[in-house]
């Protein structure tokens, strides 16, 4: 049973035990987290720290609400408390709140037979485990041995076993009692006249299973049969079952289901049913596999790359279907193989606020979802905004030393491009009006190095227009692409088309992502996991005629993202690539700043991406004598970016950040200021501010100022100096930094206990001007797949022709 089970009282009683440092809410996140689907992101830890700032906010109440969300099972709530050793919240969930939700899903059934036969009566119970089934024949309690199982046999019946039964489910001091069940003795002679023979000797009711459905591996494409046949009087009727959840149309002792798919691998249960009796089949469980593979015999094929009249050319003798396998197709790996990636990195860029061409919206929002859906999935993530060609270059590079043999690289761009010859070339936010392919980057260079690095899955995801672009003449010729089969691209349009982003009043997204944050995180193959995004987008009426996602792959091998990460053992490779990525997500560490007045300031850091920081500013102590008193931030150095206007702001939102749009942050206890720092990445040096302290004093009128210089470093990824340029092939070399040089110090909080690279939560377009519309911008429509109103659809991410 789900956590949603439970009462608001029961809830609330739990968000008391869980709000605590020591053994709480955060521990038990921590806990659950061994399941993928009930990790937390950090988008979700920082939300919930958040909620101590709220009067009536609850960080416990917030964690179980989203367990619930996710059909967290009571057990597994409890398991996680009892490993958690949080004593208090197991003894209630076990004793209270878990004992109100006990439910008798089958009840026994009145029974006829005849002395001698066998009689079964089952009650059926759903609940907290180790509940206890205790059966009653009137006031009596039954103390043979199946007396306190869900199941009651009476065998031999005997006239003393006639009567009315009921079962008692307990657990703890808590129990609910089944409905009354009527055993009834018949004479042998009491059959009526010309009756057939029972299918059950000695019984005219009864209900028996004689073929179980059975386990298979099956191949995509093939037909699935299960069989469920029964014995029984009256006629049985079926029901069919996937992982617990009933099949409409399937109500025949056969389940038939023609050219299967991946969708229909999973358990698959029987129930059968007469007036009397209710049973359930065997569990069969059904693999998948990939498409079958027709088997061929051949003794000499040619070489396609040569031509047959060559000495030592070979010829084909024969080419016949079939048992026979040659000895490439017996190595072939077993269908059920589980893959696994040695490690899973990922590099989002999304461009916005380009100097000359069209502003964007969607890129915030775009890859702040996607990074919290990635982190996820274990995947390593460094998340950009607004890069120029140099950083592109550097963060390129950057990406390649992450990489290794067998590890997992993911790409994903966001923003102005095109694709001329067959490749795709990103656009830098410094590109001039008329740019060409000098000015980009080409995608296809860079799987040229990732091959390099021995990667087991490539994937690329190009959420940009792939129009052509008529002031680049040249052809592009990449480095040559090895035959590794591992390689996926997501274009989030088709050739010659223009992606799209959906403007609203508070938040923009593109189509491409919209469609795939719903899926991505499914643990299927990449490849079929796209292909079922490219359906969902081909339902939007929005887009329909212009946007169309287009899938190309190599990929030979079951991967996908949600594939575990295993090592043999750290090597030095591994080191190095996780402290590299450390590096560019290490915050400086939280300060308490102590004034000459008696006031104490914390001063607290958060990631938003990793080249955007929050600076948080919170009045901790102050003497009682002191009636108004506030810290903000000045003296920044020149070249920071910074929106002065929307520095020191009492909330999150008015600071530019996408963090929790559409509710205010109440502080009315605690004064906390706010201040946002963008492009982290061209932080040339140390970062050094002024803490600005004003206050007053209860028996003046004038304000007090003090102030407090504070050097916190080079925050986030300006460690890794984008600005620089890289040497050349710096992929297959070492970093131009040295990682031993870096002393990572302890992770700051935003909130009390908040992780240092937390992404804060919702989306803000205040970093991205709204793009002006151009004659070709299509007509506004409905979709409501993605909005309840009709939305502007914008051209996102297009070629200078298309503006």
Same mark, same amino acid.
């Given at each position: 049973?789900? *956590?949603?089970?439970?009462?608001?009282?029961?809830?609330?009683?739990?968000?008391?035990?869980?709000?605590?440092?020591?053994?709480?809410?955060?521990?038990?996140?921590?806990? /659950?987290?061994?399941?993928?689907?009930?990790?937390?992101?950090?988008?979700?830890?920082?939300?919930?720290?958040?909620?101590?700032?709220?009067?009536?906010?609850?960080?416990?109440?917030?964690?179980?609400?989203?367990?619930?969300?996710?059909?967290?099972?009571?057990?597994?709530?409890?398991?996680? &408390?009892?490993?958690?050793?949080?004593?208090?919240?197991?003894?209630?969930?076990?004793?209270?709140?878990?004992?109100?939700?006990?439910?008798?899903?089958?009840?026994?059934?009145?029974?006829?037979?005849?002395?001698?036969?066998?009689?079964?009566?089952?009650?059926?119970?759903?609940?907290?485990?180790?509940?206890?089934?205790?059966?009653?024949?009137?006031?009596?309690?039954?103390?043979?041995?199946?007396?306190?199982?869900?199941?009651?046999?009476?065998?031999?019946?005997?006239?003393?076993?006639?009567?009315?039964?009921?079962?008692?489910?307990?657990?703890?001091?808590?129990?609910?009692?089944?409905?009354?069940?009527?055993?009834?003795?018949?004479?042998?002679?009491?059959?009526?006249?010309?009756?057939?023979?029972?299918?059950?000797?000695?019984?005219?009711?009864?209900?028996?299973?004689?073929?179980?459905?059975?386990?298979?591996?099956?191949?995509?494409?093939?037909?699935?049969?299960?069989?469920?046949?029964?014995?029984?009087?009256?006629?049985? +009727?079926?029901?069919?079952?996937?992982?617990?959840?009933?099949?409409?149309?399937?109500?025949?002792?056969?389940?038939?289901?023609?050219?299967?798919?991946?969708?229909?691998?999973?358990?698959?249960?029987?129930?059968?049913?007469?007036?009397?009796?209710?049973?359930?089949?065997?569990?069969?469980?059904?693999?998948?596999?990939?498409?079958?593979?027709?088997?061929?015999?051949?003794?000499?094929?040619?070489?396609?790359?040569?031509?047959?009249?060559?000495?030592?050319? +070979?010829? /084909?003798?024969?080419?016949?279907?079939?048992?026979?396998?040659? +000895?490439?197709?017996?190595?072939?790996?077993?269908?059920?193989?589980?893959?696994?990636?040695?490690?899973?990195?990922?590099?989002?860029?999304?461009?916005?606020?380009?100097?000359?061409?069209?502003?964007?919206?969607?890129?915030?929002?775009?890859?702040?979802?996607?990074?919290?859906?990635?982190?996820?999935?274990?995947?390593? /993530?460094?998340?950009?905004?607004?890069?120029?060609?140099?950083?592109?270059?550097?963060?390129?590079?950057?990406?390649? &030393?992450?990489?290794?043999?067998?590890?997992?690289?993911?790409? #994903?761009?966001?923003?102005?491009?095109?694709?001329?010859?067959?490749?795709?070339?990103?656009?830098?936010?410094?590109?001039?009006?008329?740019?060409?392919?000098?000015?980009?980057?080409?995608?296809?260079?860079?799987?040229?190095?990732?091959?390099?690095?021995?990667?087991?899955?490539?994937?690329? &995801?190009?959420?940009?227009?792939?129009?052509?672009?008529?002031?680049?003449?040249?052809?592009?010729?990449?480095?040559?692409?090895?035959?590794?089969?591992?390689?996926?691209?997501?274009?989030?349009?088709?050739?010659?088309?223009?992606? #799209?982003?959906?403007?609203?009043?508070?938040?923009?997204?593109?189509?491409?992502?919209?469609?795939?944050?719903?899926?991505?995180?499914?643990?299927?193959?990449?490849?079929?996991? @796209?292909?079922?995004?490219?359906?969902?987008?081909?339902?939007?009426? *929005?887009?329909?005629?212009?946007? %169309?996602?287009?899938?190309?792959?190599? @990929?030979?091998?079951?991967?996908?993202?949600?594939?575990? *990460? +295993?090592? %043999?053992?750290?090597?030095?490779?591994?080191?190095?690539?996780?402290?590299?990525?450390?590096?560019?997500?290490? @915050?400086?560490?939280?300060?308490?700043?102590?004034?000459?007045?008696?006031?104490?300031?914390?001063?607290?850091?958060?990631?938003?991406?990793?080249?955007?920081?929050?600076?948080?500013?919170?009045?901790?102590?102050?003497?009682?004598?002191?009636?108004?008193?506030?810290?903000?931030?000045?003296?920044?150095?020149?070249?920071?970016?910074?929106?002065?206007?929307?520095?020191?702001?009492?909330?999150?939102?008015?600071?530019?950040?996408?963090?929790? *749009?559409?509710?205010?942050?109440?502080?009315?206890?605690?004064?906390?200021?706010?201040?946002?720092?963008?492009?982290?990445?061209?932080?040339?040096?140390?970062?050094?501010?002024?803490?600005?302290?004003?206050?007053?004093?209860?028996?003046?009128?004038?304000?007090?100022?003090?102030?407090?210089?504070?050097?916190?470093?080079?925050?986030?990824?300006?460690?890794?100096?984008?600005?620089?340029?890289?040497?050349?092939?710096?992929?297959?070399?070492?970093?131009?930094?040295?990682?031993?040089?870096?002393?990572?110090?302890?992770?700051?909080?935003?909130?009390?206990?908040?992780?240092?690279?937390?992404?804060?939560?919702?989306?803000?377009?205040?970093?991205?001007?709204?793009?002006?519309?151009?004659?070709?911008?299509?007509?506004?429509?409905?979709?409501?797949?993605?909005?309840?109103?009709?939305?502007?659809?914008?051209?996102?991410?297009?070629?200078?022709?298309?503006?």
């Amino acid at each position: 049973m789900s *956590i949603d089970c439970l009462s608001e009282d029961d809830l609330n009683r739990l968000s008391l035990m869980l709000d605590n440092a020591t053994c709480g809410w955060r521990q038990l996140a921590s806990a /659950v987290s061994e399941i993928p689907k009930f990790r937390c992101s950090e988008l979700e830890l920082t939300s919930c720290s958040l909620q101590v700032l709220k009067p009536e906010g609850s960080s416990g109440r917030t964690l179980l609400a989203w367990l619930a969300d996710r059909s967290c099972s009571l057990d597994f709530l409890l398991h996680c &408390l009892r490993k958690m050793e949080h004593q208090e919240a197991v003894q209630y969930l076990t004793n209270t709140a878990m004992a109100k939700i006990i439910k008798i899903k089958v009840q026994p059934q009145p029974q006829q037979a005849t002395v001698g036969s066998r009689v079964v009566l089952t009650c059926r119970a759903a609940g907290p485990f180790g509940l206890n089934y205790q059966w009653f024949r009137g006031k009596e309690e039954i103390m043979e041995e199946t007396g306190s199982t869900p199941d009651l046999v009476l065998c031999p019946l005997a006239p003393c076993h006639q009567g009315h039964y009921i079962c008692r489910v307990n657990y703890g001091e808590e129990c609910i009692f089944s409905q009354w069940a009527h055993v009834r003795i018949l004479n042998s002679a009491g059959s009526s006249p010309g009756s057939s023979i029972s299918l059950f000797p000695g019984s005219v009711s009864g209900l028996c299973i004689v073929h179980q459905p059975q386990s298979q591996e099956i191949s995509e494409g093939d037909t699935l049969l299960l069989e469920c046949k029964v014995q029984a009087n009256p006629p049985a +009727q079926y029901e069919w079952y996937h992982d617990a959840l009933p099949i409409a149309q399937q109500k025949t002792h056969s389940l038939k289901i023609p050219c299967v798919t991946t969708a229909h691998r999973g358990q698959y249960r029987c129930k059968v049913f007469n007036l009397y009796h209710v049973a359930w089949s065997d569990t069969a469980t059904v693999t998948i596999g990939p498409s079958s593979i027709t088997v061929v015999s051949w003794e000499d094929v040619i070489d396609r790359g040569h031509d047959s009249q060559t000495p030592g050319a +070979q010829e /084909v003798d024969s080419f016949t279907i079939g048992p026979g396998t040659p +000895q490439e197709m017996a190595d072939l790996p077993p269908l059920t193989k589980h893959f696994y990636a040695t490690d899973k990195v990922a590099l989002l860029i999304g461009n916005m606020n380009y100097l000359h061409h069209t502003q964007l919206c969607a890129p915030i929002a775009d890859v702040h979802e996607l990074t919290n859906l990635l982190r996820q999935m274990d995947f390593k /993530v460094v998340s950009l905004l607004d890069l120029n060609w140099q950083e592109m270059h550097s963060a390129v590079t950057e990406f390649l &030393l992450l990489l290794d043999k067998g590890v997992y690289g993911l790409l #994903y761009f966001a923003g102005h491009g095109y694709e001329n010859y067959g490749n795709s070339f990103m656009v830098p936010i410094d590109a001039p009006a008329s740019y060409t392919s000098d000015h980009c980057l080409c995608v296809q260079n860079i799987l040229t190095r990732m091959q390099q690095k021995e990667t087991g899955l490539n994937v690329f &995801l190009l959420d940009m227009c792939r129009k052509r672009n008529p002031n680049d003449d040249i052809i592009v010729q990449p480095g040559q692409l090895k035959v590794t089969a591992n390689i996926v691209f997501g274009y989030a349009t088709c050739v010659d088309a223009e992606a #799209y982003e959906v403007k609203r009043e508070d938040v923009s997204n593109g189509i491409f992502i919209s469609y795939l944050k719903r899926r991505v995180c499914e643990d299927e193959k990449v490849t079929v996991m @796209l292909d079922r995004v490219a359906e969902d987008m081909g339902r939007c009426e *929005i887009t329909r005629g212009r946007q %169309a996602l287009e899938l190309r792959s190599n @990929l030979s091998e079951r991967r996908s993202l949600t594939d575990k *990460i +295993q090592t %043999a053992e750290c090597s030095a490779s591994d080191s190095a690539r996780n402290l590299q990525w450390a590096v560019a997500h290490v @915050l400086p560490k939280s300060n308490y700043l102590t004034f000459e007045c008696g006031v104490t300031v914390q001063l607290g850091f958060a990631a938003e991406f990793s080249n955007i920081m929050v600076i948080y500013t919170r009045i901790l102590e102050q003497p009682k004598e002191i009636i108004s008193c506030f810290a903000q931030l000045t003296d920044f150095p020149e070249g920071v970016d910074i929106d002065l206007k929307k520095s020191n702001q009492e909330t999150l939102l008015e600071a530019g950040s996408i963090l929790l *749009i559409k509710e205010d942050l109440p502080s009315p206890e605690v004064p906390s200021l706010y201040t946002r720092i963008r492009s982290l990445q061209r932080l040339k040096r140390e970062l050094t501010f002024t803490v600005c302290l004003h206050y007053t004093y209860s028996n003046m009128d004038e304000e007090v100022q003090e102030r407090q210089p504070v050097t916190v470093g080079k925050p986030l990824v300006s460690k890794l100096n984008l600005h620089e340029p890289r040497p050349p092939r710096a992929c297959s070399g070492s970093s131009s930094l040295s990682l031993d040089s870096f002393l990572i110090p302890e992770c700051s909080s935003f909130a009390e206990g908040f992780h240092s690279v937390g992404s804060l939560s919702k989306f803000s377009t205040t970093d991205s001007p709204s793009s002006s519309r151009s004659v070709n911008i299509p007509e506004e429509t409905d979709s409501p797949e993605l909005t309840d109103a009709p939305q502007p659809l914008l051209p996102a991410k297009a070629c200078p022709s298309a503006k």
